[in-house]
């Protein structure tokens, strides 16, 4: 009756240390890749960081410009992509939302921001939304005039709101450091993560 426990144990020690090698050799392999560790974080600007939990994969920023309009940011990595040539594996979905001075209202842009080798980042803004107040509850702070760029083809509107954001510092320079801050982020994320499960594969001593 002991002899299956016993296999049981050896079975589980054997694939215990089967899992910790693996482990090991992903930490090992992090750490001698340094993936996105020798790019040089660029500046966020005028924003500074308002919300970038350990714990979680968002990060928020928000910036007062001269004018006292209030612009904030909000953004997180998105699935990885195909894209080889890509500087980064992974786009990121940004909100970006501006407030003008004294009112409650404020003007919302749905964007991607996309990183490719030698070209920069590009944005894309995919929708944009006006919201009356953002103090209303869930079901009507939404409602307001929508864009949606899939559908329109008024370029110059487009190029004209890419110049509206750019004068409040989202342009291409704040999204490749946001693509990169992120990417930095999700790493760190992942080495504590391949740490602690490695500590709890460990035989003790």
């Not at 050799?25 to 001698?32: A, K, L, R």
Request: include cysteine.
């Amino acid at each position: 009756m002991k002899v299956p426990a016993v296999l049981r144990q050896a079975r589980k020690a054997i694939a215990d240390l089967d899992l910790l090698k693996v482990l090991q050799s992903e930490i090992n392999h992090e750490f001698s890749a340094k993936q996105f560790q020798n790019d040089e974080s660029s500046s966020f600007g005028d924003f500074v960081v308002d919300w970038d939990s350990p714990q979680c994969q968002d990060v928020v920023l928000r910036r007062r410009c001269e004018s006292g309009e209030e612009v904030a940011v909000s953004a997180f990595l998105g699935a990885e992509g195909s894209n080889e040539i890509a500087k980064f594996p992974r786009n990121a979905f940004m909100k970006v939302g501006v407030k003008k001075p004294g009112l409650r209202s404020l003007l919302q842009f749905d964007c991607v921001a996309t990183a490719q080798v030698g070209d920069g980042c590009d944005i894309e803004i995919q929708n944009v939304n006006y919201i009356p107040s953002p103090d209303l509850d869930s079901s009507s702070a939404h409602k307001g005039p929508y864009i949606s760029f899939f559908s329109s083809s008024d370029e110059r509107l487009r190029d004209e709101l890419h110049k509206y954001l750019e004068a409040r510092g989202v342009d291409k320079s704040f999204a490749d450091s946001l693509l990169l801050h992120l990417h930095k982020k999700e790493q760190g994320q992942y080495v504590e993560w391949l740490h602690k499960l490695q500590g709890l594969v460990t035989p003790s001593e």
